[in-house]
């Protein structure tokens, strides 16, 4: 459920016309809406109704905007953080270190000194080095950093092969097998208070079946580990549900996948962890685009929107699908390629699209662009970083300022010793 609906055949976030923000603001715009975004927070508490005290964290890389946190700390979220930048973006947006945990397999020392200075609820280990590393930076502190072994529980997520986390190759966590092993170091180094395991085994999962085989695993290894007498009290089951990208896709709901989690997880006797991305955010924000033009092609016409590949890299890096609709309703069609200004082919949303038919001036969003749209962006071509948009009912808000060129040639230095 969202909130960007027609009225009087207009598009709107909530109650502004999309319109006048691309009148006011200019487009290419990312447009989120704070209402969806709070009932998609408490639409995911609430699937988790059944567990004791879960501690839900919002992933900060699907949508590292501070309005966007501010308002999901609010709704009583914390964050999935994975670099120092995520990790002071959050602090800034109000959620308090209780709330943190630090996720990545590339934490630097200064990301680790970072958490140890900020005193976050929980690393998350993906592997023995980085533990033994932490465990050296925490000692030396005379502290325990409070920490989670992340495991590779090598099971395919059945979604995009480059968002799957979870098979045997991919980079993160530590090997099921070599688990026993490394909490039999790691829990035994002064530095650390290893009290936890994690896994995430990927994103936009459409099923609920892979999750379940792999807290299935992490519910065998939480049984062995508690045998060999390791003490553990939390378990963080990462994020990656699915949501639907077109009109009519079906995916589990937070309450199918939060009953799932019961049910698994039923005499674990920890705190379990959640870090949701997409589902939060996924659908509570589009990207507004106006048609440059529309060209003539030896098939079907090209769409050629003001928005690129660079502003939302998904459809290029994936072949991902984005719904893409007019602002303003019409009934003729039309079957285009629709594709940005950028030099490259790959700069091509979508292909043999069948939608309304539009012509060059007319406004357009594509739609699920909330989460892992904006934050991909590049500058790619010199076209600066767009701005973003926060509705709440007929009020909103800049959120970020539009980035263009000029602003990023002032970061860029010509040494002298050239001339
Ligand atoms: C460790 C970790 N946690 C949480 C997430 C959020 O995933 P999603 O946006 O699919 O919920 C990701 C991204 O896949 C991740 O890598
Ligand atoms: N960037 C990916 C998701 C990556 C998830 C991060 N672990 C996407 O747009 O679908």
């Not at 999309?18 to 009148?23: C, E």
């Not at 200019?26 to 969806?36: D, E, H, I, W």
């Not at 000692?139 to 979870?166: F, Y």
């Not at 085989?213 to 378990?235: D, M, P, Y």
């Amino acid at each position: 459920m969202d909130h960007f609906k027609l009225t009087d055949g207009i598009l709107h976030a909530e109650d502004v016309p999309l319109p006048t923000i691309a009148q006011e603001v200019g487009t290419p715009v990312y447009v989120y809406s704070r209402a969806t975004l709070g009932r998609h927070a408490r639409v995911f508490r609430e699937g988790l109704g059944e567990l004791d005290n879960p501690l839900i964290l919002f992933a900060v890389k699907a949508n590292p905007n501070l309005a966007v946190l501010r308002v999901l700390q609010r709704e009583g979220f914390g964050a999935d953080v994975v670099s120092g930048g995520e990790l002071r973006r959050a602090l800034a947006a109000g959620m308090t270190p209780d709330k943190i945990v630090f996720s990545g397999v590339g934490k630097t020392r200064a990301e680790l000194e970072l958490g140890l200075d900020t005193g976050i609820a929980q690393f998350n280990i993906e592997s023995r080095e980085e533990g033994r590393e932490l465990a050296e930076l925490a000692a030396a502190r005379g502290e325990k950093a409070r920490c989670a072994l992340r495991i590779n529980p090598d099971v395919d997520a059945g979604t995009h092969e480059k968002i799957s986390t979870g098979k045997a190759d991919n980079k993160f966590g530590v090997p099921l097998h070599h688990a026993g092993e490394a909490f039999a170091e790691l829990g035994a180094l002064p530095g650390l208070a290893l009290e936890g395991l994690a896994i995430h085994i990927g994103s936009q999962l459409a099923d609920l079946a892979p999750l379940e085989t792999a807290f299935g695993k992490i519910g065998t290894l939480l049984g062995q580990l508690r045998e060999a007498g390791h003490t553990i009290t939390r378990v963080d089951l990462g994020g990656g549900l699915g949501v639907p990208y077109r009109t009519g896709e079906s995916f589990p709901s937070p309450a199918d996948y939060g009953a799932m989690v019961a049910r698994v997880t039923r005499d674990w006797g920890v705190q379990l962890v959640f870090e949701p991305g997409r589902v939060i955010a996924g659908n509570a924000g589009v990207l507004l685009t106006r048609v440059v033009r529309v060209k003539r092609g030896l098939n079907n016409p090209f769409v050629i929107v003001d928005a690129a590949m660079n502003d939302l890299a998904r459809p290029a890096l994936y072949g991902a699908w984005h719904d893409f609709e007019p602002v303003a309703q019409t009934e003729e069609r039309m079957t285009a390629n629709i594709v940005g200004p950028i030099c490259e082919t790959g700069d091509t949303f979508a292909t043999n699209r069948d939608c309304p038919a539009l012509v060059a001036g007319d406004l357009a969003v594509f739609r699920t662009a909330g989460a892992y749209g904006a934050t991909m962006a590049s500058s790619y071509n010199s076209r600066g970083f767009v701005p973003e948009v926060l509705v709440s009912g007929s009020d909103y808000a800049v959120v970020a300022d539009r980035i263009d060129a000029g602003a990023i040639m002032d970061a860029e230095r010509v040494p002298e010793w050239l001339d």
